[in-house]
């Protein structure tokens, strides 16, 4: 569905630029909203307060997903909330099923943080499968992300470094919005100030 999506600014553009315009999953217009509203009358309109940025590339996803363990929330009260290593992780009776259910909430969380790709190899089947129906892009092995975090905020000097791939016509309708206003605040509050995720044109993830 045609959509724009607008918010305060648009990371990288022109003064004035608030607004993305996606169809299906592909970007077909960044520009000022009422230039595009104009353009484009028919299309849904998505309004967000804040900073709309490219989908955030977590290249930690490996060590996030295969060497942690991410709790259901029935287990908080015996676990906590928070991904389980080392010898927490070594203490849990894990098998291909619990990897699996580990990953997709570690992926819900990713999205929750902005994330729209991640970098592999994924190595254990279930978590494989976890990723290939979460529909986040996987991109190819590379430098290791330090330290492994759910936000890739965290281990880049400049958010644009954590970005995985150019908000622009043509491309790929993956982004998110932040509640920040400019990209010094977003490198102050992280990816966990996010409050939408859309990745091939989809919210994935909203704020409630």
Do not use: K
Not at 21 to 27: C, I, Q, T
Request: glycine fraction near 12%.
């Amino acid at each position: 569905m045609l959509t724009i999506h607008t918010a305060d600014a648009v990371h990288g553009a022109p003064d004035g630029v608030d607004s993305v315009a996606v169809d299906g999953g592909v970007v077909v217009a960044v520009g000022a909203y009422a230039g595009l509203i104009a353009d484009l009358p028919r299309a849904r309109i998505r309004r967000w307060s804040g900073l709309i940025t490219p989908g955030l590339l977590n290249a930690g996803a490996p060590a996030l997903l295969e060497a942690a363990y991410h709790p259901d929330p029935r287990e908080a009260d015996a676990l906590g909330g928070e991904p389980l290593t080392g010898d927490a992780l070594t203490a849990l009776a894990m098998d291909d099923a619990r990897w699996g259910a580990s990953a997709r909430r570690g992926l819900q969380r990713m999205l929750r943080h902005g994330t729209t790709a991640v970098r592999g190899p994924f190595t254990r089947p279930a978590v494989r499968t976890a990723v290939a129906r979460s529909g986040l892009r996987v991109h190819a092995p590379g430098p290791a992300a330090e330290p492994v975090s759910l936000d890739p905020l965290a281990s880049v000097p400049d958010p644009a470094d954590a970005f995985a791939a150019a908000l622009a016509v043509g491309g790929p309708a993956d982004l998110a919005v932040f509640a920040v206003r400019d990209p010094a605040a977003l490198r102050t509050a992280g990816a966990g100030s996010c409050t939408a995720t859309v990745l091939g044109g989809r919210l994935v993830f909203r704020l409630s």
